[in-house]
């Protein structure tokens, strides 16, 4: 199984329409107080001329759809990506981007840090 950030709980993938694009649900830990967040993401994959590689994910879930379990929150991804560009055969450089509604609420010391 693939490492992933502590602070995600699982990540299960829903469908994938063709080697590029994957759909998946994301769930996060919650902590200090605050619940759950989940995600529905729709992510693109493309490798370019150059060897580097861009990939873009936004949420994809109709937001009338409840959260899939009682004290989650359905956070919303508007637009999030990375960019990977090798550097040397052993380095890389990597951009990201992401602007993200986490929904519900968030402590005011955590939201003026993001």
Sequence with gaps: MKERDGRVEYVLSLSQSNTNILTC?????????MSPRELYLSSARMRLSDASHLIVNKSMMD?????????????????????????SPNSCLLLAVSQIDFGGWIPEFLANRL
């Design 25 to 33: 649900y994301v769930r996060y830990f919650g902590s200090w107080k």
């Design 63 to 87: 937001m009338s759809v409840e959260p899939s379990s009682k004290g989650v929150v359905r956070a919303t991804l508007l637009l999030g990506g990375f960019f990977i560009t090798p550097t």
